[in-house]
């Protein structure tokens, strides 16, 4: 669950998919590297110098046999837009021409987010639920017309990823240079022309644009008060709701108005249904629904997972489960995914962690009443390893003490001590703990699941409006882009490792590191065929 206080190539198949002009674009921007994957993918050749021997090219990704480590090798370019690089834990980012992996074994520390990674949600139910939520919050608190409370829930319209332009009333999704591929102004799906006259030939709007560039530069302040980036399952809703919304407010005053205050509204309205003091006061009508019927929403998880976990403490890893959620919410969705012992599967558990800042802030930890499950006021700790004991659960806190923390279990000096971590969203779980702590994280996509024959929440998560979470025809999407240099491998759930044994490697056979297999939308991507310019190296 997100902080809520930060205030000619053809795209698609269809008649409806926006098509750039080729003439908007500049002879400067033609002749540089589109992107940061397609500078991987020009310059394999160099990279395989510094790499493994190339395994050969497999229709899957492939379980390597435990074996030696391979000797440490020299730092590449990867983990950064403006001069990427690998994580410092090389030996499991090794990479070849067509390989990229994820080993275990590397690793002392493995770190575990709750909503969306090691539990999953009834997204069907739950995001239903959102929805009217949202819709009543504007209506009865914000004095929107009923009719808001009328329209019906367009499955088709939600999607993991999008951008709310709140002063224009618009949704964006971002190509991976952060080009908006296609749009909305409220509900109605904007033309070519449409986005070129309001966002210029570029197809640009600055703050997304500089949410690509640095996504916590937009996390609070003025940007944050006009931008909304969708990053969960919680989130996504939201964009219909907002959609809507906008509608009915255009519909009112017969003309778009200069500036609309419809996302203020809505995070004012996502900020009360999801705020930790009206968790069991029944203020918010969401978490009213989620404790009088928390089997309706959240998913039980497979034992195997838990069987993994308790396999991968038994081989000597330390574990902490690291949660936006605050105490009680987190028990309330734990125990019923995880089973009432859920605290025993870890070393320390961190609740409502405030991430990204977990990682970047030194916020000390408080003390946590595991009776009454509330935090305790005034008892912050002092910024000391020590004072962290395990099987505690604390509140707030920062990586920074948690290391060092688990190091000293390991008896490792803080900087031996390697970390991994897991979680779905893109930028808290995966992009800020790579890119400002210099750890490894696994992203977990569960739009990887839809290729399944039987996934349930396929109405839920294939959306014929905005097209793949991935790529929409040649075009990478942005978050396709942050899980290429960020992520270790991504994968669609925690069972598909579970199902490995903690020894085991993983070796995917495609650069962009999605395991099993490469999504269906990517292997359109091809940088000769899609991309026209320049073939440099980007640096």
């Given at each position: 669950m997100q902080a809520l206080g930060r205030s000619s190539h053809?795209?698609?198949?269809?008649?409806?998919?926006?098509?750039?002009?080729?003439?908007?674009?500049?002879?400067?921007h033609t002749q540089r590297c589109?992107?940061?994957?397609?500078?991987?993918?020009?310059?394999?050749?160099?990279?395989?110098?510094?790499?493994?021997?190339?395994?050969?090219?497999?229709?899957?990704?492939?379980?390597?046999?435990?074996?030696?480590?391979?000797?440490?090798?020299?730092?590449r370019l990867l983990h950064s837009f403006a001069a990427p690089r690998y994580s410092r834990y090389s030996?499991?980012?090794?990479?070849?021409?067509?390989?990229?992996?994820?080993?275990?074994?590397?690793?002392?520390?493995?770190?575990?987010?709750?909503?969306?990674?090691?539990?999953?949600?009834?997204?069907?139910?739950?995001?239903?639920?959102?929805?009217?939520?949202?819709?009543?919050?504007?209506?009865?608190?914000?004095?929107?017309?009923a009719t808001l409370l009328e329209l019906p829930m367009d499955l088709d319209f939600l999607q993991k990823g999008l951008f709310l332009d709140g002063p224009r009333g618009n949704i964006l999704k971002l190509s991976s240079e952060a080009q908006i591929l296609r749009a909305t102004h409220g509900t109605r799906q904007l033309s070519d022309q449409e986005i070129v006259a309001i966002y210029g030939p570029e197809r640009q709007w600055a703050i997304t644009t500089s949410f690509y560039k640095d996504p916590l530069s937009t996390w609070n302040g003025a940007a944050s008060e006009q931008m909304r980036s969708l990053l969960d399952y919680f989130d996504t809703p939201s964009a219909l709701v907002f959609a809507q919304a906008v509608d009915v407010v255009d519909k009112q005053s017969g003309s778009q108005p200069e500036e609309y205050e419809v996302w203020r509204d809505l995070q004012a309205g996502l900020m009360h249904i999801f705020s930790r003091d009206h968790f069991s006061n029944d203020t918010s009508l969401y978490f009213k629904g989620m404790r009088e019927d928390t089997p309706k929403y959240v998913l039980c998880t497979d034992s195997c997972v838990?069987?993994?976990?308790?396999?991968?403490?038994?081989?000597?890893?330390?574990?902490?489960?690291?949660?936006?959620?605050?105490?009680?919410?987190?028990?309330?969705?734990?125990?019923?995914?995880?089973?009432?012992?859920?605290?025993?599967?870890?070393?320390?558990?961190?609740?409502?962690?405030?991430?990204?800042?977990?990682?970047?802030?030194?916020?000390?930890?408080?003390?946590v009443d595991v009776r009454e499950l509330k935090e305790l006021a005034n008892t912050e700790l002092p910024q000391d390893a020590g004072v962290l004991k395990p099987g505690e659960i604390y509140s707030q806190g920062n990586w920074h003490q948690l290391h060092a923390a688990l190091a000293k279990l390991l008896n490792k000096e803080t900087a031996q001590a390697k970390a991994l971590y897991f979680g779905d969203n893109i930028i808290q779980d995966v992009y800020t703990p790579v890119k400002h702590r210099d750890f490894d994280a696994v992203a977990i996509a569960e739009e990887l699941l839809m290729e399944e024959?039987?996934?349930?929440?396929?109405?839920?998560?294939?959306?014929?409006?905005?097209?793949?979470?991935?790529?929409?025809?040649?075009?990478?999407?942005?978050?396709?882009n942050f899980i290429s240099n960020f992520a270790q491998?991504?994968?669609?759930?925690?069972?598909?490792?579970?199902?490995?044994?903690?020894?085991?490697?993983?070796?995917?056979?495609?650069?962009?590191?999605?395991?099993?297999?490469?999504?269906?939308?990517l292997e359109a991507v091809n940088p000769t065929s899609c991309w026209q310019g320049g073939t440099g190296s980007g640096q």
């Open positions: 053809c795209l698609g198949a269809s008649s409806s998919s926006i098509r750039y002009a080729t003439s908007t674009k500049t002879n400067a589109r992107t940061d994957v397609l500078c991987r993918l020009r310059n394999y050749v160099n990279l395989a110098q510094n790499s493994m021997p190339t395994l050969g090219a497999l229709p899957t990704a492939e379980i390597v046999p435990e074996r030696e480590r391979l000797p440490q090798t020299p730092r030996a499991s980012t090794i990479m070849t021409s067509y390989c990229k992996e994820l080993h275990l074994k590397d690793y002392d520390i493995i770190g575990f987010d709750l909503d969306g990674t090691l539990l999953r949600y009834d997204l069907t139910n739950m995001s239903a639920l959102i929805y009217e939520v949202l819709k009543r919050y504007l209506v009865e608190n914000k004095g929107y017309s838990l069987d993994w976990l308790s396999a991968l403490r038994k081989s000597g890893k330390k574990l902490f489960l690291l949660t936006g959620s605050n105490i009680d919410f987190a028990n309330l969705t734990a125990t019923q995914a995880l089973g009432k012992d859920w605290r025993e599967y870890f070393d320390f558990v961190v609740t409502y962690a405030k991430k990204p800042g977990f990682f970047t802030i030194q916020r000390p930890f408080l003390q024959k039987n996934y349930p929440y396929f109405a839920e998560l294939d959306s014929q409006l905005w097209g793949s979470y991935f790529a929409i025809g040649c075009q990478p999407t942005l978050w396709s491998i991504c994968v669609p759930s925690m069972k598909e490792l579970a199902l490995l044994k903690p020894a085991q490697r993983i070796v995917c056979t495609n650069p962009y590191g999605f395991s099993p297999k490469l999504p269906k939308e």
